[in-house]
């Protein structure tokens, strides 16, 4: 088994990710796709690590794994105010901050 | 004639307060001017006194200055610039030639301040008049006094100043409030000439006093000769209203009387003569700058003469007649060490009838209610006894009646340039005389218009004569009018009295006698009143100008276009000009600024529409940049 | 005498006034102005003291402080004077109290709306901007310099646009954004001189002295060069980077026109002479028919466009342009009498222009309008103002007798043996100056009464577009932009009140001079006159600094005798 297989179920889920971030409109799922291309860039990390057998790229992941933790937090608690002051969670609906 | 440099003996005694002649008269203009309304009551005397005073002093130095070997006397004062190679030092030089410029404009000075008191009496602006009148006296004085061509310079700009507050001295008038800036103005375009002048002899020689500069001429490059002493010839030009600098004099008649009996006759308008006449080391050197003076004297001499005899303005054909024997002394001084002495005589007999004839038109318009037209006047003569009497024996003199001033000068002038030789003496000489014939029409008509004839006055005019601080300065110019030519030229020779300046009087050979050209010339002058009897003595005056007249005639009351010519060439042109630029520089240089400005403030607002505030838009940028970052790090590595 | 840090206390003085000044309530406008004079009398007389302990003959620089600012970038906080940084010291010390004088009866534009402002704060700006001109005068460390420089624009930028006119924003913008613009630029030649520095000492430095003994490449020192000439061409102004002095000027309260145009502007031409001749030695040669080109270019351009205008503000303004022109020509004409000139120009300039703008502040205290075309006559009810307008007038144009003459003859002549071509053109300006002077001066004060001054049921007479002279053309142009035509002018208030009290036409009452006026105008009047004739100490004062100078440049300050022919391109001599 080489490490191709990783590498490409990474490549498919970052896709999937970005293609959701760029076409979903509902605030959550948008935030799951983010996710998405997070864990994806962690499986890749990992595969590498594995294949070279160096610790590096297993603590790039655990950084990743804790800056999104700390990213879901702040992020839930922005959709959750601006869904309760603006009653829907639409990233469409929330453009105040434009040009 | 060889260089003539002063030599500064140290000075002592009199001579060593000569400072006090310009000081005193500034004192008075100072304390007049800061005094304010205090001075009002006593301010004129004070003012007339300083000049008197100076006029004392200047006497004494003359005397003093007599007995002194080489009769020159360099005093200087304190240093007034001095840096790098650069030393300009405050100081005198009273030399034969300055001490007679000196009693001139002090004994004229003190005489016609003697009659402003009169003229000026119930004028409200009393005290200012006096204030710039000693103003006047002080800054020309410095300008004849001063040992270099900056101290003259400084006196120059002086004068001009002095003049422009004087013309526009009763300033609610437009018309006097414009002559004086256009007197101001043309003498500016003078003053770049004479400035020139200056900046050539420190670039050249590095001094700008007379000693270092007379005293070096023959280090000079013939073409630089030349090139200063058509630069001082622009600005003696303009300071002297000659042509093509002339059209400022006539209209600056707008100022009071004395004034332009003291300034626009006698005195400030004679400083040209007095700068090439002081610049005559250069002159020498030069002969093709000196027979553009000569040009520039003659041709003025004419169109003075031609344009005051169209004139009914009794000062304006004054005016035109200073503008023509100012034209006299310029062909005399262009003629050379045989001219000098001739001009300044004429010069210093021109100062006192001149002033003589104004104060006594000042004292016709006295009498008639400010008015100035002659057309309005006739019949004076015996209304104003004294005046007629006085401004007659000045008219004589001006026109050259034999034995009084103006014949001996004038037919010094004349012999002079027939003397010259060859076609140009003939054609000089022959403009000479005609000049004294066209001179005797126009004084002759003005006298005739002014005193004889029936009285065309306006109603309710009542001509009396002028009280006695105006009528004894006219009773003395006319003693001066009368005697001057005769104590100048024969009882004093001027020639002789000025030989530390010009050196050695020559005894040219006549090439006509003197007296065949005297008999010429007396004749053409009776030939000229003749006319001038034929045209406004023996018929009727109208009282209103002929409108159809001859285009001669016309050329001449527009003072030959003098006028039109400075208008249509220089004054429009600098009026689009300088409204094009106005244009250029909003719309131009300030629109390129604002329109950088714009395009900056434009460009950002249309960028910042790149914004559109959806989250999606801005993660497909991203997108799109990281897939442009390793596409480029792909093709790198490939 | 000489321990006691005088510099020092020139630049803490006023700064500690103004820090006490925006420290009182904005009620106390009193007090803040008394509080404003006192200070800027103090300085006047450190100023005085500074001269005194000055020695003309003494090292160049002279009265040093040094202390490390930045070491690690070698940046010092280095103070220290010559003759024409001294020379300017006095000029900011004569010049403040006057202007202090000047704007006591000032008020701050009524805003539509709005409370009105006091002017407290405007005396505290004033003062902050005294202590830091002092700054750009009397620093030796270059980056030191630059930050006096850029700070300067502060307090001017909200003494226009906070005091200034109607148009004012507009106008403090433009002039902050202009400065700022060269500011950048001069600040990369800075960076520039001082890796340079690196280079060749081992150890980077902005002390001018060491600075100076940098043997810099001739085509890097023409890169350096253009960054520092453009930040002074613009502060000077030379033309084309002109535009904004006139917009600053004409909407400047008075008193910040007259120390703009009087002392912030000649931190240009202060500049040149500083640090763009003595640093660059090769590149100001290489460079200087160009830079004269602009000079001699921009004295007679600016001065037609003097003559055009129609607003007396912009006109002063103008005249001032060219003016710029002459000392730039003195500069970098490279003889000492030309360089002496041109340093005393900036001194004399700083008087003349001066009372020529505060002059006319007068005038327009009583009319309520900038433009000339509302005056006319004033001369028969104000002589004592017309007096001394024209005698500011006069030392404009440079007549003798008066400072401004000594000054442009030292140029003129100074400049004729090395560049004959652009003097005589430059020499031609002298009959605009007077042309200017007095078009203003006759259309203002000769005259019957006319506008403001004549009063009818209509208001203000003579608005008829009959009266206005051609040159009035620049009238609409200006005049859609500044707003000046319509709207009154600061001091308007009391003349609009007696304009509109219903009245057949008849001479308003304008009174002249006061005593307040009177002790305004009379340290300038007596300075014009007593320098016109006796400018010596002046000159002695400064001509060491610009013999130094013009030996950093390989002009040897006595040496060229001007009969030497062939470098005096006159065409050959004897």
Known sequence: ?99 | MNEVVPASVPVDGLLSVAWLVIVLPLAGAALLLLGGRRTDRWGHLLATGTVVAAFAVALACTLALTERAGRTVSLDLFTFIDTGNLDVTAGLLFDPLSAAFTLLITGVGALIHVYSIGYMAHDPGRRRFFAYLNLFVAAMLLLVLGNSYVALYVGWEGVGLASYLLIAFWHTRPAAATAAKKAFLMNRVGDVGLALAIFLMFAQLGTTSYAGVFGSVGLLAGGTVTAIGLLLLLGACGKSGQFPLQAWLPDAMEGPTPVSALIHAATMVTAGVYLIARSAPLYDATPTARTVVLAVGAVTLLIGAIAGCAHDDIKKVLAYSTVSQIGYMFLAVGLGPVGYAAAIAHLLAHGFFKAGLFLGAGSVMHAMDDSVDMRRFGGLARKLPITFVTFGLGYLALIGFPFLSGWWTKDAIIEAALDRGGVSGWVLGGVAVLGAGLTAFYMTRLMLMTFFGRPRWEEGVHPHEAPASMTAPMVLLAFGSVAAGFLLVSVFPLSGWLEPVFGEPEEAAHLVSPLVVSIVVTIVVALGALTAWLFVGRREVPTTAPARVSPVVTAARRGLYADTVNESLVMRPGMWLTRALVWLDARGVDGAVNGAAAALGGGSARLGRVQTGFVRSYALGILGGAVLVAGALVAVTA | MTDVPWLVLMIVVPAVGAAAVAALPAAREALARQLALAVSLLVLLLAVLTTVAFDPGGERFQLTTSVAWIPDFGVDFALGVDGIALSMLLLIGVLVPVVVGASWRDTPLPRPGRPARSMTAFWAWLLLLESLMVGVFAATDVFLFYVFFEAMLVPMYFLIGSFGGANRQYAAVKFFLYSLLGGLVMLASVIGLYVVSNSQLGEGTFAFDALRQLEIDPNVQKLLFAGFFLAFAIKAPLVPFHTWLPDSGAEAPIGGAVLLVGVLDKVGTFGFLRYCLPLFPDASRDLAPWVLVLAVAGIIYAALLAVGQSDMKRLVSYTSIAHFGFIALGIFAFTTEAATGAVLYMFNHGIATGLLFIVVGMVIARGGSRQIRDYGGLAARTPLLAGVFLLAGLASLALPGTNSFVSEFLVLIGAFPTRPVFTIIATVGIVLAALYVLLMYQRVMHGPPRGVLLVDEDGPADHGAADHGPADHGAGEHGARGGATAVPERGAGGATAVLEAPARARVLAVRDLSGREIAVVTPLVALILVLGVYPQPLIDLVSPAVEATMSDIGVDPGGSTPAAPGSTGTGGTD
Do not use: H, P, W
Not at chain 1, 83 to 98: I, Q
């Open chain 1, 1 to 99: 088994m080489t490490i191709t297989n990783y590498l490409v179920l990474a490549a498919i889920l970052f896709t999937i990710g970005a293609v959701g971030v760029l076409v979903r409109r509902n605030a959550i799922v948008v935030f799951m796709c983010i996710e998405l291309m997070l864990n994806s860039v962690n499986l890749t990390l990992i595969t590498f690590a594995r294949s070279t057998g160096t610790v590096e790229g297993q603590v790039i992941a655990l950084f990743v794994m804790v800056v999104a933790a700390a990213e879901v937090v702040i992020g839930l608690a922005i959709i959750m105010s601006i869904y309760r002051t603006r009653r829907s969670a639409s990233v469409d609906d929330v453009n105040l901050l434009k040009y």
